[in-house]
């Protein structure tokens, strides 16, 4: 179970949480913003102190370090936490975030890969925590590209990916575009397992705003338990930050970029591409995951088929040659969090057989 070893002391997640909790649920209980109850001792963080575009005041649990760059005119700037570990095994590991979080959320994780040897690397991608937000059209391949002039800045020719939800999607994108620059996969519970075009009507960006829009402290915490099936005191502090951001005078900005990137995973099935992996890939897949990507775009017969992680897991490991299914029974989407020391210890035994 979670603890507060998992989140830094003081644990401020990187934002575009809201659309998320409108269109990630995986569980009926996701209500409407204008309905969804707080419970009776739920803060709603009225009056809570914002957080601005680029997080600031919002600690991590290294430090961290920024790349910049320019592209089509714009000033891009990549934020990243790279660990060192005291007794280094000469590999390194790279970190991709889902679409509602940020590389903090990873903290636990990078603790224990660098107590293991391994030296990490946790960008928070374009679009998303602490580094830049531009107003743009978000597709896979762009992330792959900017992951990669990352690793190119630090010298690092290959690297493993672990990488979660939507991070997992963006995963098995660098793996098909730059397939020499990785060594081994490890997709915990991604996005994309299944084709969102055939049940799920498209939606404008401007109706996707809105919703971003009317989102509250109440309607995220209930997302959040869809998540989480077993909900923890520790997830309040995401709900925290959530409220911070939306406090705001950027809230417009994020809820934008937020319509934006939930285009780039509605357009962005990795299907098609799990066949042609050549990589040795892990997928870590947490049983009462029931995650459907836009589900209240869609009449309920639409969805009810959808969102089932453990025959998708399955599937998935049919697909990918060559690879292996750890199943982990008493999690949801983030098994990182929910089962951290499960989830770790397959993660090394993975990891430690690819040397």
Known sequence: MPNHAQFPAITR??????????????????????????????????????????????????????????????????????????????????????????????????KALSDHGYRVIAPDQIGFGKSAKPEQRYSFALLADQTVRLLDHLQLPRVAVVANSMGGMAAVHLA??????????????????????????????????QLEMAQTPASYRNFLKSYFPNWQPAFERLVEQFARVQQSAEYPRFARISALTYQM??????????PR?????????????????????????????????????????KAIPGSELVEFDNAGHIPHLEVPEAFHAAVLKFLDSQK
Request: no cysteine; glycine share 10%.
């Open 265 to 274: 995973i509605y357009d962005g099935p990795i299907t098609d591409e799990l």
């Open 13 to 110: 997640r990187p934002a575009l949480l809201g659309l998320g909790a409108l269109l990630l649920s995986g569980s009926a209980r996701a209500q409407s913003p204008a309905t969804a109850p707080a419970a009776p001792d739920a803060p709603t963080y009225a009056g809570a102190e914002p957080l601005g575009v680029a997080m600031e005041g919002w600690h991590y649990p290294y430090p961290v370090q920024t790349l910049a760059w320019e592209h089509e005119g714009r000033q891009l700037r990549m934020s990243y936490m790279d660990v060192r570990p005291t007794r280094p095994n000469g590999q390194t590991v790279l970190l991709m975030h889902g679409k509602n979080f940020g590389s903090d959320y990873w903290a636990g994780t990078m």
């Open 176 to 209: 098909r575009r730059h397939a020499a620059r990785v060594s081994a996969l490890v997709l915990e519970n991604p996005l994309g397992l299944e084709n969102y075009v055939l049940s799920i009507p498209p939606q404008e960006t401007d109706r996707l705003v």
């Open 277 to 317: 992996l050549t990589q040795p890939t892990l997928l870590a897949i947490g049983q009462k995951d029931r995650t459907v990507f836009g589900r209240r775009f869609a009449p309920p017969e639409a969805v009810k088929p959808l969102g089932n992680f453990p025959l998708l897991g399955r599937a998935a490991q």
